[in-house]
């Protein structure tokens, strides 16, 4: 089992940034690829960017790629999603996930946080 608790959301004009927080317990944090999706209201929940486990390989989704960076501190058992230049369609809850190995994939695995709301203003 991973345990994953998500902080950092909130609400934000467009252009803003916001820095969300995923903390993990459980499983030797180090030995899992991690990823965030997002859920906005009436659409299916989607891949928004991946980190390999050193840290060292990211891919991202078109729609944020430039503006979003993920980060981890395998030592603090944390990942970070860096959002810049927001925009109001990036309003969602945003999801911290467990990927099923040990390489980059838009695919989730089976352990997720409660998630975090973010909302942006235009």
């Known amino acids: 089992q991973v345990q994953l608790v998500e902080s950092g959301g909130g609400l934000v004009q467009a252009g803003g940034s916001l820095r969300l927080s995923c903390a993990a317990s459980?499983?030797?944090?180090?030995?899992?690829?991690m990823g965030w999706f997002r859920q906005a209201p009436g659409k299916e929940r989607e891949f928004v960017a991946a980190?390999?486990?050193?840290?060292?390989?990211?891919y991202y989704a078109d729609s944020v790629k430039g503006r979003f960076t993920i980060s981890r501190v395998n030592a603090k058992n944390t990942v970070y999603l860096q959002m810049n230049s927001l925009k109001p369609e990036d309003t969602a809850v945003y999801y911290c996930n467990a990927l099923p190995g040990v390489v980059v994939t838009t695919t989730p695995g089976d352990y997720w946080g409660q998630g975090t709301q973010v909302t942006v203003s235009s």
């Open positions: 459980g499983r030797t944090f180090s030995n899992y690829a």
């Open positions: 980190v390999s486990l050193s840290g060292r390989t990211t």
